[in-house]
């Protein structure tokens, strides 16, 4: 399959390095643009009030933490009930779940 007409022009690469800087420039000014235009005049929040609210990405990683744990109990509990049911000899005591 051939390249489009005009995919290649024949450039050096010297020529590619000035487009692909150019290319990031622009890049880089749509990003700072865009950050500029959700952040709203005026309303710049302090920086003692991030501390004091949660992250999303914070409050994520408790859940997620929270569920790791939750899991390993569960999966412990479930160890237990196997281990007391596959117990035919008299190891002790019952184990209450």
Same mark, same amino acid.
Request: charged share 35%; proline share 8%; aromatic share 4%.
């Given at each position: ?10 450039? +050096? ?10 290319a #990031?420039?622009?890049l ?5 643009a ?12 302090? #920086? /003692? ?9 914070? +409050?994520?990683? #408790?859940?997620?933490?929270? +569920? ?13 009930? /196997? /281990?007391?049911?596959? /117990?035919?000899?008299?190891a ?6």
């Amino acid at each position: 399959m051939a390249a489009p007409p005009g995919c290649f022009s024949g450039a +050096s690469a010297q020529d590619a390095g000035k487009q692909l800087t150019e290319a #990031e420039r622009r890049l880089t000014e749509k990003l700072a643009a865009a950050a500029e235009s959700t952040e709203a005049p005026g309303e710049s929040e302090p #920086e /003692d009030s991030a501390e004091e609210q949660p992250s999303p990405q914070k +409050s994520q990683l #408790e859940q997620l933490g929270e +569920s790791a744990r939750q899991a390993e109990r569960e999966r412990n509990a479930a160890r237990e009930r /196997d /281990d007391y049911l596959r /117990d035919t000899g008299d190891a002790g005591p019952d184990r209450p779940w």
